[in-house]
Nanobody, 123 residues
Framework: QVQLVESGGRLVQAGGSLRLSCAASGLTFGSYAMAWFRQAPGKEREFVATINWSGGSTDYADSVAGRFTISRDDAKYTVYLQMNSLKPEDTAVYYC????????????????WGQGTQVTVSS
């Protein structure tokens, strides 16, 4: 049974930093592309960042490029999202997701999802 468990979300002031973690189990982690998506109150879930199976290729939404960094540690079966220079508009529930082929920005292509972790950025 595949499980993705996010952690690290909390209340932070604008301009601050957070690192989210997503621990995976029940899958061959090194064979999966991983991604982060987010859903703000009253909005649809949106793409944030993705990383390929080797970690050698990443892609970011324009709204977070240059501020967020996605990385993975295959030995720990964990993907991370380092978030710097946080803004109030980054407030959302952040979800990690896994897909068995190449990275993508398209949500329905991801087979497995975590339960989400809340990030709140105060102004």
């Amino acid at each position: 049974q595949v499980q993705l468990v996010e952690s690290g979300g909390r209340l932070v002031q604008a301009g601050g930093s957070l690192r989210l973690s997503c621990a995976a189990s029940g899958l061959t982690f090194g064979s999966y592309a991983m991604a982060w998506f987010r859903q703000a109150p009253g909005k649809e879930r949106e793409f944030v960042a993705t990383i390929n199976w080797s970690g050698g290729s990443t892609d970011y939404a324009d709204s977070v490029a240059g501020r967020f960094t996605i990385s993975r540690d295959d030995a720990k079966y964990t993907v991370y999202l380092q978030m710097n220079s946080l803004k109030p508009e980054d407030t959302a529930v952040y979800y990690c997701a896994a897909k068995s082929t190449g990275p993508s920005r398209i949500q329905y292509q991801y087979s497995f999802w975590g339960q989400g972790t809340q990030v709140t950025v105060s102004s």
